[in-house]
């Protein structure tokens, strides 16, 4: 126990998540609808990766950096949105300190991981439009396994340092996480709050210049040429990505780059539910809801046709 008579987490080997502990009235609306939404990603993603296999019209580089997409969000919605609805649903809100620390590694692993595959697929979206002839040998299929690998290993070598540096750093010295999962911030104390504000921008600043850079390439070869029927389908495909893609960062800025006072904790906690939730459900809609390559595969799938 500390001098402030405040019990370590570490030594007590549990967290309390505090969650929406202060409205427990709405705790049951916030389970059904959370519940929809994680309902909602499983079936999307599941859909674009099963209909991204079976079909051999969508073996294309696109199409298999979706289905990993998708594949990352049906990973990090289950790695804290089952946690978050157990809590919820039942009285005891805790997690072991040992579940905690693995549950911020898999989300800073998935997190970071999809942050770089955004900045490879807005590569595949410029070389479609301002390479098209040359597409098939730049975006050959061996390199674009390459590219979703190092996606995946920058992703968890990133998240190892960082959960190194929160395992070692003091915690707030007490059990109790204001937050309704084991998520960065919550977990840290104002100074180090300012260190991961800092080292955040930097990383976010490396990852949207490039994608700053292709749409501006992209937006500039769309303006020099006609819009054939083709071209506006690869357009599209490049408005959905950039749609996703604003939405991710801008959320991500939210929660990672305001200052340590800069907003109320339970702005904070919404902001989160709605990256951790409702994002990842909107991806399959986004990418899909007007594409007809991806509704006439689902149509056959279905028995629709």
Same mark, same amino acid.
């Given at each position: 126990?500390?001098?402030?008579?405040?019990?370590?987490? +570490?030594?007590?080997?549990? =967290?309390?998540?505090?969650?929406? +502990?202060?409205?427990?009235?709405?705790? @049951?609306?916030?389970? @059904?609808?959370?519940?929809?939404?994680?309902?909602?990603?499983?079936?999307?993603?599941?859909?674009?990766?099963?209909?991204?296999?079976?079909?051999?019209?969508?073996?294309?580089?696109?199409?298999?950096?979706?289905? !990993?997409?998708?594949?990352?969000?049906?990973?990090?919605?289950?790695?804290?949105?089952?946690?978050?609805?157990?809590?919820?649903?039942?009285?005891?809100?805790?997690?072991?300190?040992?579940?905690?620390?693995?549950?911020?590694?898999?989300?800073?692993?998935?997190?970071?991981?999809?942050?770089?595959?955004?900045?490879?697929?807005?590569?595949?979206?410029?070389?479609?439009?301002?390479?098209?002839?040359?597409?098939?040998?730049?975006?050959?299929?061996?390199?674009?396994?390459?590219?979703?690998?190092?996606?995946?290993?920058?992703?968890?070598?990133?998240?190892?340092?960082?959960?190194?540096?929160?395992?070692? @750093?003091?915690?707030?010295?007490?059990?109790?996480?204001?937050?309704?999962?084991?998520?960065?911030?919550?977990?840290?104390?104002?100074?180090?709050?300012?260190?991961?504000?800092?080292? +955040?921008?930097?990383?976010?600043?490396?990852?949207?210049?490039?994608?700053?850079?292709?749409?501006?390439?992209?937006?500039?070869?769309?303006?020099?040429?006609?819009?054939?029927?083709?071209?506006?389908?690869?357009?599209?495909?490049?408005?959905?990505?950039?749609?996703?893609?604003?939405?991710?960062? =801008?959320?991500?800025?939210?929660?990672?780059?305001?200052?340590?006072?800069? !907003? +109320?904790?339970?702005?904070?906690?919404?902001?989160?539910?709605?990256?951790?939730?409702?994002?990842?459900?909107? !991806?399959?809609?986004?990418?899909?809801?007007? !594409?007809?390559?991806?509704?006439?595969?689902?149509?056959?799938?279905?028995?629709?046709?």
């Amino acid at each position: 126990m500390n001098d402030d008579g405040k019990v370590n987490a +570490s030594s007590e080997g549990y =967290f309390i998540l505090v969650g929406f +502990s202060n409205w427990p009235y709405l705790e @049951v609306v916030f389970f @059904v609808v959370i519940l929809i939404f994680y309902l909602m990603t499983l079936v999307g993603s599941l859909l674009i990766i099963i209909l991204s296999y079976l079909d051999s019209h969508l073996h294309t580089p696109l199409y298999f950096f979706l289905s !990993n997409l998708s594949f990352l969000d049906l990973c990090y919605t289950t790695s804290s949105i089952p946690q978050l609805l157990d809590n919820l649903w039942g009285l005891e809100k805790t997690i072991s300190y040992a579940g905690c620390m693995v549950q911020l590694y898999f989300v800073l692993t998935l997190g970071t991981t999809e942050c770089v595959l955004l900045m490879v697929m807005s590569y595949d979206r410029y070389a479609a439009v301002c390479r098209p002839l040359h597409y098939t040998v730049l975006m050959h299929p061996r390199f674009c396994r390459l590219l979703a690998v190092a996606s995946w290993v920058s992703g968890f070598t990133t998240s190892a340092l960082n959960s190194s540096f929160t395992f070692w @750093v003091p915690l707030c010295g007490h059990r109790q996480v204001d937050h309704f999962f084991c998520e960065v911030p919550a977990l840290f104390t104002h100074a180090n709050k300012l260190t991961l504000m800092i080292t +955040s921008s930097i990383f976010v600043l490396l990852l949207l210049t490039p994608i700053f850079t292709s749409y501006g390439a992209i937006v500039q070869a769309v303006l020099r040429m006609q819009l054939t029927a083709g071209l506006r389908k690869v357009f599209g495909t490049c408005g959905a990505h950039l749609m996703v893609v604003s939405l991710f960062f =801008f959320l991500a800025m939210c929660m990672y780059l305001q200052p340590p006072s800069g !907003n +109320s904790r339970d702005q904070s906690k919404f902001i989160v539910l709605f990256y951790t939730v409702v994002t990842p459900s909107l !991806n399959p809609l986004i990418y899909t809801l007007r !594409n007809k390559d991806v509704r006439g595969p689902m149509k056959r799938l279905m028995g629709w046709e």
